[in-house]
């Protein structure tokens, strides 16, 4: 049962065809976090919560959802003892579906409660902190599918 809720967690609007193209920056494949000042211009977060959430994610998400955000590749197949892996955050799978407020929570409380296995991080993590991460994996988002997390109201 518990699965079948994390499942709709993921689903929440069936979406399989979203755009993938990527415009993460070559550069970006350096150990820095690349300067998308070109990008930020017409985002939410600024090159220098940049900065901070490429150090939290770092220090707190790397070892999960992988260099760039990238996830697991089959992160929608079960691993043998059933758990789902890290799912991508580069706007590849289903991050991009939830508004900021509900991404907030999901970093705060984890998914432990729905049946997952990320931990939560509201004891280690302040909102500006959180909010920092998330710009830092939205980074990776091309312009078009931040603009269609802005249209169902991301923002
Ligand atoms: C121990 C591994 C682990 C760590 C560490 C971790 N995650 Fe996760 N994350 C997961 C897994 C696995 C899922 C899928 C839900 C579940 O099983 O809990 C997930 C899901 C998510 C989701 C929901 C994605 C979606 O498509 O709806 C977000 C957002 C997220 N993680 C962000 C983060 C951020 C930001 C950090 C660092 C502050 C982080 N995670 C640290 C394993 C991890």
Redesign the pocket.
Known sequence: MKKII?LC??TLTACDQSPSEKTVNPESTTSEVADKSSTVTSRWYTQSQLEVGYK??QK??L???NKDAVGTLEWKKTRPNG?????P?NGT???W??DIGT?TR??KN???P?G????G?SNQ?SDAE?RA??AY?QSFWSNEIYDSWLEIGGL
């Open positions: 994390l967690f993921f939290i994610y707190n998400c070892r999960c959802h758990d789902y892996p890290p799912p955050l799978a289903h991050a579906h939830h991404l999901t970093i984890g998914g432990i729905l997952g296995v990320m931990p991080f993590l959180i991460v998330i994996f």
